[in-house]
């Protein structure tokens, strides 16, 4: 099967790049549900589907909204606000969701008849706050110990692609997107797709949004009239969760924050919390807590509410200190 989307000049002058936290909640989600994940993240999906299934976040409002293949719901995709939107302003677009808009979109879901959606088209408006509750859920547990880095590769994607723009012209770029996309004689084809991209079923324009949990395939929105949306893996991703710090790095971090700190950021390749990483670390609860107050302090770990506990995660600032220059 074959779409094309048809271009103005308008059309390529409004066509623009955004970075989309909600793009990630549904990719990763969607992946999550499959029985086999990616081999690229097979290490996140490791640590964050074990808490998942502890929260019950597989059996809630997402598992209804998200399939694993075939049609997810629209609404939970809005169209971002400028080209690096936040999570709450998106988690707001969503609680405006128009009623017409949530009930067409849940009337094309598989589930149509559970509980949860049966809420959702009876009273949109009070079914969306719990909806965007558990993305918050989601969100903390699976997703933002991790930001740091995945926003790293998504605003790398984009910077990329704004220089190929610059210097090839927007129809390169749009080639070069993914194999199932080919720009032709002022149309955008999606080879292989279930779902079609026309310019019929949307506004003007054009929205493309990289995405570090698409691969290896695309996923579109086209809902009048906001402009199309286009989510297609980010470059880079391949490398997205191979350890950053090298001995080199680490033994110069050491010098600066002294070796125990430079070790608790070693450590904290892989989110963890205190107790993990007094384990790990081989210091005392005591000290990694202090340690872990002062790096915080400092902009280089982030915590993050899990279960009864807590996830500390390094910051993009932490990642550059242990990157060899």
Not at 215 to 241: C, E, F, M
Request: glycine fraction near 6%; charge should be neutral.
């Amino acid at each position: 099967m074959e779409s094309g989307l048809s271009f103005s000049a308008a059309d390529l002058a409004q066509t623009r790049f955004a970075v989309s936290p909600m793009w990630e909640v549904v990719t990763s989600y969607r992946m999550l549900r499959r029985v086999t994940e990616p081999p690229p993240h097979r290490r996140w999906a490791a640590q964050v589907r074990p808490r998942l299934l502890r929260e019950g976040l597989d059996r809630g409002w997402l598992a209804d909204l998200i399939p694993a293949d075939g049609y997810l719901a629209d609404f939970l995709n809005p169209t971002p606000d400028g080209p690096f939107s936040e999570l709450p302003a998106e988690l707001a677009a969503i609680r405006r969701s128009l009623p017409g808009q949530v009930r067409t979109d849940v009337a094309k879901l598989a589930a149509g008849s559970s509980p949860r959606l049966r809420l959702l088209h009876e009273d949109p408006e009070a079914a969306l706050e719990k909806v965007t509750a558990e993305i918050e859920k989601y969100w903390e547990l699976a997703l933002a110990p991790y930001w740091a880095r995945i926003r790293q590769v998504l605003e790398a994607d984009v910077f990329h692609r704004a220089r190929q723009v610059a210097e090839y012209g927007s129809a390169h770029v749009l080639n070069e997107l993914h194999d199932s996309v080919r720009w032709d004689e002022g149309s955008l084809h999606l080879v292989r797709r279930h779902c079609a991209l026309t310019r019929d079923q949307a506004g003007s324009g054009l929205l493309l949004v990289p995405s570090a949990f698409a691969w290896p395939g695309v996923l579109t929105r086209s809902v009048a009239p906001d402009p199309p949306q286009l989510a297609y893996p980010a470059r880079g991703i391949g490398a997205l969760w191979e350890p950053r710090a090298t001995g080199a790095a680490t033994e110069a971090v050491a010098a600066l924050l002294g070796r125990s700190r430079a070790l608790l950021l070693v450590e904290l390749d892989t989110p963890a919390s205190t107790t993990q990483l007094a384990r790990h670390s081989g210091l005392s609860a005591a000290g990694v807590s202090q340690h872990l107050t002062t790096l915080r302090n400092a902009g280089l770990v982030t915590a993050h509410r899990n279960g009864r506990s807590v996830l500390y995660a390094r910051t993009a600032v932490a990642d550059a200190l242990l990157t060899p220059a």
